[in-house]
């Protein structure tokens, strides 16, 4: 699976330009609420597959307000998931458990990466939108303050 996820991200970097296209499907019929991420350490364009703002108290207040307004609504008030969309909580859960730790972080690394391009991209099969890509609305700076504020709701079972 982890290894799946590494693979899936190196194709999305090779495919990034062909990709953007899917930025043309639809949003549903709510338009993304954008983060104004003012305040936090600007990580130029190359993506990041650590999370640089783990525990920093701006970027989880940053991230919560706006999980709140673009990912609650099918992800759950507070990521509680209804069950209509996957329990974000959960999303590192298995690594939670390893002792050693580069294995751990390592662990950590592969889901931000699955995450990252999970967020851009959405989730889109056979032309069906389970959910909307936010590759054009969010910056990398955003996402990975999602990132923060779901890490700070992380549960380990
Ligand atoms: C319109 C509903 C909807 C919205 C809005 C939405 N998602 Fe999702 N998301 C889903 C669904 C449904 C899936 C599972 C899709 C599938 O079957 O692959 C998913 C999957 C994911 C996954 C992969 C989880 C896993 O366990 O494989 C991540 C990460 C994720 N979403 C993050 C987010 C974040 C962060 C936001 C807000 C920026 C967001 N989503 C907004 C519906 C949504």
Redesign the pocket.
């Known amino acids: 699976m982890r290894s799946i996820r590494s693979v899936l991200f190196l194709l999305v970097l090779i495919l990034w330009g062909p990709v953007t296209s899917l930025e043309a499907l639809a ?2 019929d ?1 338009t ?1 609420q954008s983060v104004d991420t003012t305040g936090l350490p600007s990580l130029g364009t190359e993506t990041l597959s650590s999370n640089p703002y783990s525990g920093n108290a701006l970027a989880l207040e940053i991230g919560t307000s ?2 709140n307004q ?6 759950g008030l507070e990521a509680i998931s209804g069950g ?5 909580r ?2 590192d859960m298995d690594c939670m458990s390893l002792i050693d730790v580069a294995k751990k972080q390592g662990c950590f690394d592969d889901h931000n990466q ?2 990252m391009v ?2 851009l991209h ?2 889109v ?1 056979n032309g069906n ?4 890509p ?1 590759q054009g609305f ?1 910056s990398q700076e ?2 990975w303050a ?2 923060t504020y ?1 890490e700070s709701r992380r549960v380990t079972e």
């Open positions: 949003h549903g709510v993304p706006a999980f673009n990912c609650a609504r099918c992800h209509i969309a996957p329990d974000l959960k999303l699955y995450f999970s967020v959405g989730k099969r939108v389970y959910m909307p936010f969010f955003a996402i999602i990132k779901l």
